[in-house]
């Protein structure tokens, strides 16, 4: 290849403004890592693998550019289930931190699988859109979508790690909206998950605050009782004729009854099996003020950091509540609240400028993409990031709760700066190769 | 054919599938932005403050109490510092707070509990040194725990001077609800009796402040502004602690009191009250045991916290005959010489009423001398008849009765002096002064009230010649630097000249009452003693002895009055104790061998009374 020829394919089809904030974020996370470890006598160590990590995201983003994206399409179901493999083998060989066996060692380094598996659910969620079959039968490809969400998800949740599988749903809830699938069953589906999810959290709350009166069983019996009179009622109805009743209404009934079996099965076997804290952990999930030495008084110095910052922050270096250790995991999930501080509102503009140029432009990638596979990767990714930036600035200014959800390129964590590059390289990838040809 | 050029219904769909999306992540972006915005711009002083108040730390610094020094200069009371360990959360996880309990465990003998919560408390006082260099080598595991000092006020000699020293404790709620206007806070240490209490606004001295910069888990960064406390200031007091600890020893096992002024100046030289206790208790703050409160508070006890020197009150008996002797010369009823005859009764009123003499064969005929030798109540009858209820009163007020002595302490009581009008008045008697009323007076009875302190001002008063001196305990404020804030100046309250003529013979009298009358076991060789016996009748049991006295007779140093509850007779039970005072005052004087030399009738006279 020439360089007249690379400049052609590259350069000058490349997406400079998604690039320019990509690396300026990164570099950006860099500097303010070292101000937001500066207390603390392993800053190198932390920053140099940080670099490391960028470096190799940045190198995978190249070689991701090297071949026609449309060539990881038919492999994305393998990738999928090479990356679930990995999920399930973690849970027997993972690395425990924090209670939660979330990494896989080697010698100093860890890699987190849960990163490279949102990735390989874009891609493999790409490539069910893009299949022929879904046009014709969109519900049942949209069921397929949802399972083959669920097992990542559910697998992240056994180590468990909730902020990591909450970016999971939001993905497919974005691919699919994109995908055309009608509203109804979207929301019916979004419905169906919240309570098979919001089941066992629900009971995991009750439990933990000790409102023993509430008899979770017998709620969930009631619910399911008054549900399958519905149910039956209209399929009684539907039968004899009395009813015209599209078969489709019927059918987010059933699902939704089932949703309630899975979620009481869910329920009584995560308390079945979880360890009290890991219980305690799921109920602070759901509401932070159980625990309000952590998440409670994290949220009012994240608050006071982010305030006190004012127009032009205190300074680079020069954040009292950063560098006098007010902010708890300043160095990830609270990196913006340091930013926040020094640069004051200057410097969180810019952030969030570099965010919604990174956002807007996976969208507008999506857009342009010559195919279907690539307009669903692109607006998986669009969604991820945007999911990520709303719920950990949402969690840091005190408007979300706290989700332990970090902030792509800028938290410390190896592997989901080389997954979230590795986002970007096809991103890039989907734009440069833009046109049919 | 291609995705991006079928038009068909998907494609335009996704289109305004992608529409939405994008109007949703513009609405997301505008959120964050208006949030940050409101956060930095619109609340951002409000978040600076807390950002300030996050990180400064102001850790007042009580001030070290002023001490009390003797008259020699030398330290009687001090403030040693407390060690105290306090927590202070700054720990949010309840994790380390169960570290940093298992670990305070490790190291305290007695287990404290830091709790639950942001709430700080105090775990223990009075932590010893070494316990509280092992929780500082510890600190880094110890984050919150911290150890605070305070001076703690030390009683260096126990009870002594217990009365006059007084004590301190925490403010009370009602005390700081007067006193928060004068700078108290809710946490201060007050004096709460005697000279502690007095001059507590002097000794309490300044608190310092110290900002210091924290991090989150409260370890110190650096300083940012520091004010020193400001000492208070030291009080030397007028007391010898030789005659203290000598009036205090001679006290020991009665209820009484003793004090000791010196009459050119109205110094106190001591001032004792039995039984005292230790200020050093209160100083403790461990709550008192029942047994010690019961002690300390019950009547039982014998209340050893009332200062029976001011606060208790008692009919003079007969050292009130200084007063109608020295009274009855000046106003000329009766002369040095001119003899008054003492049958052992007279019958005064109408109809009679007969006032026995405690002699009751009588005295035979009596001169002034004879009669304070030989503390004659038929001669003082006799005075106090011719002079009449008001001109004893105004007697016994020019030599400071009735009136509060204005001593440097606190709830002093002021005694009584009746007159006919009061007695006329007074609700529960209602009945007209008789002469047998100014009869009792003459000899101390009837419804005078003295409280020893004012017997001993008046004795000075006797002894210098008519005039009576503010008490004082303190003779100057030093401050912390050294300085002399206030010297002491004698204060005259009254000053009646006296015939110097009249002041001898009484002087010389009083002398001969302790050489060779009832005055006699306080007798010392080689100095002059003036002196009086009394012995007050009361209502509640035994009498109470009285001696009050002055020396040396030819140019008087010390003037003294020892008050016995319920003692007995003066002459046998406070005489004795005066002289233990005397020979303190007045280490060259000597004890006599044994009273066996004196003559037999005086001998005999002060067994049976006075």
Not at chain 1, 339 to 357: D, H, K, N, P, R
Not at chain 2, 95 to 119: C, N, S, T, W, Y
Not at chain 2, 129 to 144: C, F, N, Q, T, W
Not at chain 2, 599 to 608: C, D
Request: net charge positive; with cysteine; charged share 20%.
């Amino acid at each position: 290849m020439t360089f007249a020829d690379f400049k052609e394919r590259y350069l000058h089809r490349m997406d400079w403004a998604l690039l320019a904030a990509v690396v300026g974020l990164s570099l950006f996370g860099v500097v303010i890592l070292f101000s937001a470890l500066s207390r603390q006598g392993t800053v190198h160590l932390f920053v140099g693998k940080q670099i490391f990590a960028l470096a190799l995201g940045m190198a995978l983003a190249a070689l991701l550019l090297t071949f026609r994206y449309q060539i990881l399409q038919a492999p994305a179901p393998w990738l999928y289930i090479i990356s679930l493999i990995l999920l399930l083998a973690l849970l027997f060989v993972g690395h425990r931190i924090h209670g939660a066996r979330s990494w896989f060692t080697f010698g100093g380094f860890s890699f987190q699988p849960a990163e490279l598996a949102k990735m390989t659910l874009i891609l493999c969620l790409g490539w069910l859109i893009s299949r022929p079959s879904f046009q014709e039968k969109p519900l049942s490809s949209a069921l397929l979508a949802c399972g083959l969400t669920a097992l990542p998800m559910g697998l992240v949740l056994l180590q468990p790690d909730l902020s990591s599988s909450l970016v999971f749903p939001f993905i497919l809830l974005g691919i699919l909206w994109a995908s055309g699938i009608s509203a109804f069953w979207l929301i019916s589906l979004a419905v169906i998950g919240l309570v098979s999810m919001g089941l066992p959290l629900a009971q995991a709350l009750l439990k933990s605050l000790g409102k023993t009166e509430i008899d979770f069983l017998r709620v969930a019996m009631i619910i399911l009782l008054f549900e399958g009179l519905i149910f039956a009622g209209a399929w009684l109805a539907r039968s004899l004729r009395l009813l015209r009743t599209p078969a489709k209404a019927l059918l987010p009934c059933g699902l939704f009854l089932g949703a309630l079996v899975v979620g009481t099965f869910t329920a009584f076997a995560l308390d079945a099996t979880l360890k009290p804290y890991q219980k305690m952990r799921l109920a602070a999930f759901v509401d932070p003020s159980l625990d309000p030495f952590g998440a409670g008084y994290n949220i009012i110095q994240s608050k006071i950091a982010i305030g006190s910052g004012r127009i032009f922050g205190k300074g680079l270096f020069s954040g009292t509540q950063s560098q006098l250790g007010f902010i708890p995991e300043q160095h990830t999930d609270f990196i913006f609240p340091v930013i926040a501080e020094e640069m004051g509102a200057v410097g969180g503009i810019l952030v969030l400028l570099a965010y919604a140029v990174i956002c807007l432009r996976a969208l507008a990638i999506s857009q342009e993409a010559t195919d279907r596979f690539g307009a669903g990767v692109a607006l998986g990714a669009a969604c991820m990031f945007f999911f990520y930036v709303v719920t950990n600035l949402g969690m840091t200014m005190g408007v979300l709760p706290v989700t332990g959800v970090p902030l792509p390129f800028l938290s410390y964590g190896g592997s989901a700066l080389v997954a979230n590059w590795a986002a970007v390289g096809l991103l890039l990838n989907i734009h440069i190769r833009r046109f049919a040809n | 054919m291609s995705w991006k050029e079928d038009k068909s219904g998907l494609r335009g769909l996704f289109e305004s599938r992608l529409i939405s999306l994008r109007t949703l992540f513009l609405l997301g972006f505008a959120a964050l932005s208006v949030r940050l915005l409101y956060m930095q711009l619109g609340r951002g002083y409000h978040y600076a403050l807390a950002s300030q108040e996050n990180r400064v730390q102001t850790l007042f610094e009580p001030a070290p109490r002023g001490f009390f020094l003797d008259r020699k200069g030398e330290a009687i009371v001090n403030s040693q510092p407390d060690l105290f360990l306090f927590f202070a959360p700054e720990a949010h996880d309840s994790l380390e707070r169960e570290r940093v309990q298992a670990h305070l465990d490790r190291l305290l003998p007695a287990p404290r509990d830091i709790g639950a919560g942001f709430k700080a408390g105090l775990l223990t006082r009075n932590l010893s040194r070494a316990e509280a260099i092992r929780i500082l080598e510890s600190r880094p595991s110890l984050p919150g725990l911290r150890i605070g000092l305070n001076p703690r006020r030390r009683y260096l000699w126990g009870k002594l001077a217990s009365h006059v020293l007084g004590y301190v404790g925490r403010i009370s709620r009602s005390e700081y609800g007067v006193r928060s206007l004068e700078g108290y806070g809710l946490k201060d240490t007050l004096g709460k009796s005697g000279l502690e209490s007095f001059y507590d606004s002097i000794l309490r001295g300044t608190p310092g402040a110290s900002l210091i910069e924290v991090d989150a888990r409260g370890r110190q960064v650096r300083f940012l502004d520091e004010k020193r406390p400001e000492s208070g200031s030291h009080l030397v007091l007028t007391l010898d602690r030789t005659i203290q600890e000598a009036a205090e020893r001679a006290l020991a096992g009665t209820r009484g009191a003793a004090v000791v002024v010196d009459p050119n100046s109205g110094a106190i030289l001591a001032l004792a009250s039995s039984p005292g206790y230790d200020p050093n208790l209160f100083s403790s703050s461990l709550p008192l045991s029942p047994e010690m409160k019961e002690r300390l508070f019950s009547e039982k006890g014998s209340r050893p916290l009332w200062d029976r020197a001011i606060q208790a009150q008692y009919a003079p008996g007969s050292i009130f005959k200084i007063i109608t002797a020295l009274s009855g010369l000046e106003e000329g009823v009766i002369k040095p010489d001119e003899k008054i005859h003492c049958p052992g009764f007279i019958e005064v009123g109408n109809p009679p009423r007969t006032f026995r003499c405690w002699q009751r064969q009588g005295h035979g005929e009596m001169d002034l001398s004879g009669a304070l030798i030989n503390s004659c109540d038929v001669y003082f009858y006799e005075v106090g008849k011719r002079l009449g209820a008001t001109k004893l009163k105004a007697a016994a007020i020019r030599f400071g009765l009735g009136a509060p002595t204005e001593i440097d302490l606190t709830s002093e009581e002021k005694g009584f002096v009746p007159d006919p009008q009061w007695k006329k008045d007074h609700p529960n008697i209602q009945e007209a002064w008789y002469e047998g009323d100014t009869v009792n007076m003459s000899v101390g009875q009837g419804y005078l009230w003295v409280t020893p302190l004012q017997m001993a001002c008046m004795t000075a008063a006797v002894a210098n010649g008519g005039t009576l001196f503010r008490p004082t305990l303190v003779s100057e404020v030093v401050d912390s630097r050294g300085a002399t804030r206030r010297p002491f100046a004698p204060e005259v309250l009254q000053r009646h000249p006296m015939d110097p003529e009249h002041l001898q013979w009484v002087h010389l009298a009083l002398e001969a009452a302790v050489a060779r009358g009832t005055g006699h076991l306080a007798r010392l060789s080689g100095l002059r003693v003036a002196g009086k016996t009394g012995t007050a009748q009361n209502p509640q049991g035994k009498d109470h002895a009285w001696f009050v006295a002055f020396a040396p007779v030819e140019k008087p140093r010390v003037a003294l009055a020892v008050c016995v509850e319920h003692g007995g007779t003066g002459g046998a039970v406070a005489a004795p104790i005066a002289r233990k005072i005397l020979k303190a005052a007045f280490p060259e004087a000597e004890e006599l061998p044994s009273p066996s030399r004196l003559p037999a009738s005086a001998t005999a006279t002060v067994e049976i009374g006075d």
